[in-house]
C-alpha cells in the first residue's frame, strides 16, 4: 500500500460514520480512528507499519497518567537471585503506561504479563507505538517515569520470568 492509497482511505473514512478503521494484510498493518473515537481529539491520525519485535502502532490522545513511581536503574534495584529480563525501548520517543489520561496503566509492578500484551506506549512523530512484551513473567520494576522521553534500548521494565 503506497501514501496516496493511505491518503484515499483517511479520507474515505473521514467521510464515513466510521469512527475506528483496520485492514491487516501479510506484510502491513494500517488502523485509522476518527476524532469521534477519541473524546478531545485534534484530528485524525493513520498509521502504517511493518511489523517490528515487540512494537505494533495505535494512534492515541495522551496526557501523562498520575501514578506514584519509583525511579531505579536495572543494575543496582535488580532482585538478586531471580531470572531478571529487561524490556527495552524498540524506538526513541516519549513514554506513556496508559493508553489515556483516564485509562489505567497498562502495567504496574507485581502484574503479569504474556509474551504480547502492550506494557506501554511510545509516541514518536505524532504516532503511538505499542510497545508488546516479547516474554512472559511478573513485572518487577518499572524504570521510567510516565510522559518521559526515553531512548532507542533503554531499559522500560525488569520482569521476573
Keep these: 500500500m503506497d501514501f496516496n492509497e493511505i491518503q484515499e482511505l483517511i479520507k474515505l473514512v473521514n467521510k464515513s460514520n ?4 483496520k485492514l491487516k494484510d501479510k506484510d502491513f498493518e494500517i488502523q485509522i480512528r476518527t476524532k469521534k473515537y477519541y473524546k478531545g481529539a485534534q ?7 511493518q511489523p ?3 512494537t505494533s ?3 492515541v490522545s495522551h496526557t501523562p497518567h498520575a501514578e506514584p513511581l519509583q525511579m531505579t536503574t536495572p543494575a543496582q534495584d535488580a532482585p538478586k537471585g531471580k531470572n531478571i529480563v529487561e524490556i527495552k525501548s524498540p524506538i526513541v520517543g516519549t513514554f506513556y503506561r496508559s493508553p489515556g489520561p483516564d485509562k489505567p496503566v497498562f502495567t504496574k509492578v507485581g502484574d503479569p504479563v504474556k509474551q504480547g ?3 506501554c506506549i511510545i509516541e514518536a ?3 503511538f507505538n505499542e510497545i508488546e512484551s516479547d516474554i512472559t513473567g511478573t513485572i ?3 524504570l521510567v517515569e510516565d510522559a518521559s522521553p ?3 534500548d533503554q531499559v522500560l521494565y525488569l520482569v521476573e520470568v
Design 18 to 21: 466510521l469512527t475506528d478503521f
Design 43 to 49: 484530528q485524525t491520525v493513520a498509521t502504517h507499519h
Design 52 to 54: 517490528l519485535p515487540a
Design 57 to 59: 502502532v495505535t494512534p
Design 117 to 119: 500484551d502492550v506494557v
Design 125 to 127: 512523530m505524532k504516532l
Design 140 to 142: 518487577v520494576k518499572v
Design 150 to 152: 526515553v531512548e532507542y
